[in-house]
């Protein structure tokens, strides 16, 4: 069912545009700071501060004008019914074993959070064993992680509120349902890996009241929590007081033989280190030294650990690590790095199955752990799949994949015969054969081929006048690989022409890929950008009138940025949760973890020099920018919004056109993980018909 707006509807409704907008009153200060002889002014600082009551205020004006505005648009209830429909399917994800009971996530349609159903074994029907959406009224407390204790009497979990970063754990008896009294809190960035009577985790020290969503993390610390005692008794395991920025987290293999731990002050290159947990008052061992490299074990086999690395290849290999015998000279390769990007790898009956990456596309191939190769898991078309998961020994694992016009079908795979069998495949509410997936290349403007994915509906007319899509991302070696999303289908059946850029920066092609994006070399993110917008536009897609541009976090970075540097490109933008204050992003949360990627003003003269160039606040200017709307959310811990507070403020500010400019601030939500479908739709609703008023002739 498309929605059409009827014309004489949108000519009406134009008189709504933004020459008669009255904005709030946004208030400057005289803040100066100044680096490397350089003055910068930062008029808007006092909207860092997340517990003014000035902040609420801004806060609540800037989203009645955003709402306000948004009542008065055309087709705004029609498309959150027709979401709501689409996503009104029921959903399961792969099933895993741990601890030799089965386990399966599933959501009905519409709840708000999946639900954790237990199995007997694979041929028994799923029984309930956790609603998270009986733990709040409105959905925001989402489900964050788990494992299960080494006899399988508990499960062991994480629930995160509101979308923030912060985890709280808690402990119940899988048999009678029973909660224990065990309430671990102050978790973040954790993993979660039970052993014999209680469980590993990393937290750290409680902060101080009103700074839990903006304060700097330091002195992240693992502890072993043993099953029915107080957190304050639970034993420090690993701190390091002397690097407090410094990241820990806790991983048990699958034998429950040996305790990793994961050591990292960014978001890319870690430390690696071994314990026995079999060997009373075994030594801690370093498998690899940080933080130069990426280091991830995949398996023990033989008492050598097996590890995913791109330490001195680029693309990734696998190779074998004595723990009695660590040094990087005595490894064994496993499989060596190839012409396509290693991505992931899992150990199931016996076997490793290894994900590569060809043109952001998936192939999933097979070895034997020496390294021999024994073939491929045969995919459909342009696709991303899950690592096939199973138990290490066991012949049953499943693995989904996915597609843009396709949501996850779940296979059941024979790690014996080579057999998939299908397992799930959701009913969904629309013909996937109904749209056109395809994969095309253009030129940046240092002539570097980038990849794009381009989705649109069969019937349409590729005549320059449709409405069109721009989204990326390109950083933190994050790959965009094809996957399903509803809300993307909704804006495709509708006429759009939705298109994935795979950036530099990102993690398609390897490590050098990556760092063709990063600290100086960010321009070309943004360069890759612009260059696919004008591809959309020459060939024929779009137009400029008609083109949107989407992306979060490190996307939304680009979209303020690229939307800065060419407002003439585009119509809308639409920046998430974005960093927009190069200049002090690392004094905020996590944040400092992101130098790797970006650099920070201390480095040097040169680097302070590049950042200022395009930060988003930092250059905005007195010019006519396209329709924009900001998302964020008051309680992102992981961006806090007084980055797209900021931001908003200087175009709110120096805008001198007449489309609107406006910031949505979610309330009991986050970063966007954990978010609740109901959350979702309505966000989704708004942005919709926001581009589409704006986009369509």
Known sequence: MKILIPIAFVLLANGCTTSNMKYPDTKKDNVVDTFYNVAVEDPYRWLEDDNSEETASWVEAQNKVTFDYLETLPGRDEIKERLTELWDYPKTRAPFNTSGRWFVFKNNGLQNQFVLYTMDNLDSEPYLLLDPNLLSDDGTVAFAGMDVSTDGKYLVYKIARSGSDWNEIFVMNIETGEMLDDHIEWVKFSGLACYNDGFFYSAYDKPNKGDELSDANAGQKIFFHKIGTEQINDELVYSNPDMPKRMYRAFIDNDRKNLFIYESESTSGNGLYIKSLKKKDSKIIQLAKGFESDYTPVEVVDGKVLILTNNGVPKYRIVAVDPNNPASDNWTEIIPEKENTLQDVSFSGGKLYVEYMVNARSKLEIYDPAGGF????????????????????????????????????????????????????????????NFVVKQEFFTSNDGQEIPMFIIHKKDIELNGKNPAMLYGYGGFNISLTPSFSTSVLYYIENGGVYAVANLRGGGEFGEEWHKAGTLTNKQNVFNDFISGAEYLIEAGYTNSDQLAIRGGSNGGLLIGAVTNQRPDLIKVALPAVG?????????????????????????????????????????????????????????????VPAHSFKYISRIQELNTGDLPTLIRIDVKAGHGSGKPTAKIIEEYADLYSFVFYHTKQ
């Not at 204050?581 to 040097?604: C, E, H, P, S």
């Open 579 to 639: 960093v927009m204050d190069m200049l002090r992003y690392q004094k905020f949360t996590i944040g400092y973890a992101w130098a790797t990627d970006y650099g920070t003003v201390d480095d040097n003269e040169e680097m302070f020099q590049y950042l200022l160039a395009y930060s988003p606040v930092h250059n905005v200017e007195a010019k006519d920018y396209p329709a924009i709307m900001v998302t964020t959310a008051d309680h992102d811990d992981r961006v």
């Open 374 to 433: 024994l073939g491929d898991v045969k995919l459909p078309g342009i696709c991303s799949v899950s690592s096939l998961q199973g138990t290490k020994n066991g012949n049953v694992a499943f693995y989904s994949y996915s597609s843009f016009n396709s949501p996850g079908t779940i296979f059941k795979y024979n790690t014996e015969t080579g057999e998939s069998t299908e397992y799930f495949k959701p009913e969904v509410k629309f013909d996937p054969n």
